[in-house]
């Protein structure tokens, strides 16, 4: 399933550190070094800090920034190896994450998988760590798209998972008993979703007359997922906030309505899971005691996630859906793959969305496709770059 599993586990007597495990090509698995908790934290802030500014002024000169401070988190990573015995492990990791050249690391059937298992209550961005020494680069001549393709997450298709249980077996999101596609849209009106919800004709079983995705209160979600057919995927199109009265996250809906995970948690559990794409700012992180949608649903509620940990615009965010859905649904490829293909087109000179290096998978079997068919490999057309830009 994966040429690389990096697991980060609650270190036993110090609540400060967590502990690396690797496990290369499902051979062997080593305990080879531990980082300090408080440090990771700052580290996050300050990345997603400049990867803020990045995106809103894409320039070398803030691109440099981000690239210098996510190179010193990939070395403190790597020296951990370096102080817990592990050089030939460190060897392992460098021979198979730094000598791959750039068009290589973006072919989407040659690079290597990286699945990454965080403890419950704590994540951080591994993918803004930067592989390369920023003073390798020409910073006159190199373009930026280049020079983002050695942020981990853009070089590699990771895909995270919590210790709390294995993935659902399930490669298919729809079997071949399902005639039609049952998907739930839940919109909060003051987004623009007409992107998101354009997505949705990529899929000619869904009869929009019969069966409307949108919805947009509690009570008509609620109608939807639990009293009717099970859906294959609910698509969330809301902003995550901070619900001060119940110490914990909410999405919002239509109308100033909020719903909490623990809303959802008390219904019944039905027999086939969705797929939840919640398209919203750091729906992918874990936020201590104060809990996140992913570890109230799942697994009992959900196969697996497709998540953010970064702040996303609206119309960015909208556009990397219906890019995903375009290759999940329409070209049949499998998740990670199409999570990748719309970061590719996103991130391209034109778009420059690089928050969506923050979209992951999350619990998920990284080779769900969305049906059983073979996937249509149309090619993609790509537009020259000019030097320096």
Known sequence: MSDVILEFKEKVG??????????????FKKKVGSLRKDRL?????????????????????NLKKLAKLGRVAYQEFRKSFEQNGGNSYLKSWDSRFTTLPPNESKDLFRIQKVGVKFPKGFTFPISLYFLKDIEKFDWQRDNITSIFDYFLGSRFRIYYQSDIEQPDPRMYLKDSRDETTNVIHVIDESLNTQMEEDAWKLDRTIDFNVDDPRVY????????????????????????????????????????????????AGKLTTEKKPLVFFNNCESGISHFDEGNFIEELYPNYSIGFVATLFKVKNSNASFFAKEFYRYFIERGYSIIESLHKAKDVVTSDEKRFFSSIGYILWEIHPELTFSKHEPIKKPVKKKLRKNGK
Do not use: C
């Open 217 to 264: 209160k509690k009570k008509q979600l609620f109608e939807k997922w639990f009293d009717g057919k099970p859906p294959h995927l609910i698509h969330f199109s809301n902003h995550l906030k901070y619900h001060k009265d119940s110490l914990s996250y909410a999405l919002t809906l239509s109308k100033n309505e909020v719903i909490l995970g623990s809303e959802i």
């Open 41 to 61: 934290i700052v580290l996050q802030d300050s990345l997603v800090t400049l990867l803020n500014n990045f995106e809103k002024r894409p320039t070398k000169h």
């Open 14 to 27: 110090s609540s400060d550190y967590l502990e690396v495990h690797l496990l290369f090509d499902l051979h």
